[in-house]
T-cell receptor, first 112, second 114 residues
């Protein structure tokens, strides 16, 4: 699996848009980019997944440039409840047996 | 509701006393896995199973056993727990068919071995 690099922490205020960038320079052709959210003492929760360009769902958007060496998770108008750790993972979607390497993630703190 | 259910949520036990943490999913997923999460070390895979009767070691399998006799269940067994197995444990599942996307995680089991 390609290694990923994310900021350790980010701070924001309620109502702001938050963009978390993940670097994955060694991403392979078959790799997808997946983001998870984890609250304290809870299991990670799937947020969004993409391969290239832009993906949007009801929770977030994922921007992936043409070279795919990085990606940006965008959370629109965050609230206090978005305070969590966000993990960026890169891997082949078809390889279910491959271990998910979560790394340390980005701790997002949202204040009022 | 589609979910992965782990039991118990909290467990305190003594060194050497065998225990089992259960994991069950209701999504007919083929793939199931166990992770442990420790401060500063992140989430590490213990064992995984691609389907019934098919299991394999992850990154940190020592001291653990698993079994997959039914598709929905994937128990984690600690034959002789030790204090270094004190951790937060998560079970996860996903399908390996079609355009599946994410893994579903359980709520976690916090284990303390004294």
């Amino acid at each position: 699996l390609a290694k990923t690099t994310q900021p350790i922490s980010m701070d924001s205020y309620e109502g702001q848009e938050v963009n978390i960038t993940c670097s994955h320079n060694n991403i392979a052709t078959n790799d997808y980019i997946t983001w998870y959210q984890q609250f304290p003492s809870q299991g990670p929760r799937f947020i969004i997944q993409g391969y290239k360009t832009k993906v949007t769902n009801e929770v977030a958007s994922l921007f992936i440039p043409a070279d795919r060496k990085s990606s940006t998770l965008s959370l629109p108008r965050v609230s206090l409840s978005d305070t969590a750790v966000y993990y960026c993972l890169v891997g082949d979607k078809g390889q279910a047996g491959t271990a998910l390497i979560f790394g340390k993630g980005t701790t997002l703190s949202v204040s009022s | 509701e589609a979910q992965v259910t782990q039991n118990p949520r909290y467990l305190i036990t003594v060194t050497g006393k065998k225990l089992t943490v259960t994991c069950s999913q209701n999504m007919n997923h083929e793939y199931m896995s166990w992770y442990r999460q420790d401060p500063g070390l992140g989430l590490r895979q213990i064992y995984y199973s691609m389907n019934v009767e098919v299991t394999d070691k992850g990154d940190v399998p020592e001291g653990y056993k698993v079994s997959r006799k039914e598709k929905r269940n994937f128990p984690l067994i600690l034959e002789s727990p030790s204090p270094n197995q004190t951790s937060l444990y998560f079970c996860a599942s996903r399908t390996i068919q079609g355009n599946s996307y994410g893994y579903t995680f359980g709520s976690g089991t916090r284990l303390t071995v004294v």
